[in-house]
């Protein structure tokens, strides 16, 4: 921005398109330097950077609040954030990711991944990984799912994830309700909301298997994975009725949807 005191733009629109494409943190000086200006182009865009600016300060605090439960929550070690995603789909594996993040970078925008864009969820997770301390990821199949029920599941899942993180952790914060999975495990109630590392551990494990389910519409086609992601869509159940199953269903939780021969 340092040019921007040496060279001012003149006319209305190029004042308007300064203030469409300034930064966070070159608004307030950009607002303070035209905010005198008379014209009613200017004007609006004055207002829409200065509405902008709010906006993000409240998301910052935002952010910040879920890097201080993490540090309220954790200790002054390595707190590892745990979550899962695909425990509810009836195809594809179960997944859990393993994330610990530092206090510094503050990763901005990041939250429950249910809450982003896919987009958006890409480019954090490319910055979690530039940036986390150690992330560790597992993935339970359908088979063992069937074999083992998903409670089983699920707790083999996190104990692989907290393994493959390669860390000792001095706590390891998990989304949800009790595993004992670990000794040091705290569970939080909408965690994935409200905490960073978990939030972190939610949109990696988000991002990873939804690459994976991608990758399974082409082996397995007409299953429509790549928008379902193995959740139970029309579109998915419809499939399932004219086609049977295919081998990354999970049987135990298709029998609903299969057209069974009457016994009489």
Request: with cysteine; charged share 25%.
């Amino acid at each position: 921005m340092a040019e921007y005191g040496q060279i001012r733009p003149g006319t209305a629109r190029e004042i308007c398109a300064l203030l469409s494409d300034a930064s966070f943190d070159e608004i307030p000086a950009l607002v303070q330097r035209y905010s005198e200006d008379p014209r009613a182009q200017v004007k609006r865009a004055v207002a829409l950077a200065s509405r902008r600016h709010e906006k993000e300060v409240s998301e910052r605090e935002r952010v910040r609040g879920m890097y201080q439960k993490m540090q309220e929550l954790g200790t002054e070690g390595i707190v590892l954030g745990i979550d899962e995603v695909g425990r509810g789909a009836v195809a594809g594996p179960l997944t859990v990711c393993a994330v610990a993040l530092p206090k510094e970078p503050i990763i901005w925008g990041i939250n429950d991944s249910k809450q982003l864009t896919p987009a958006r969820r890409e480019a954090l997770a490319a910055q979690i990984a530039q940036h986390a301390q150690a992330v560790g990821i597992a993935h339970i199949e359908p088979a063992s799912i069937d074999a083992v029920g998903m409670a089983s599941a699920l707790r083999m899942a996190m104990a692989h994830a907290i393994t493959d993180a390669g860390v000792e952790p001095d706590a390891v914060l998990i989304d949800g309700n009790p595993v004992h999975v670990h000794p040091k495990e705290r569970c939080v109630v909408k965690g994935d909301a409200t905490i960073a590392c978990i939030a972190a551990a939610s949109i990696v494990a988000k991002v990873t298997r939804d690459a994976l389910m991608v990758a399974y519409d082409a082996e397995y086609p007409g299953y429509h994975f790549a928008e379902s992601k193995g959740y139970a869509s029309a579109e998915h159940i419809a499939a399932i009725k004219e086609k049977g199953l295919c081998p990354i269903h999970r049987s135990s939780f298709c029998s609903n949807f299969l057209e069974t021969p009457p016994l009489f």
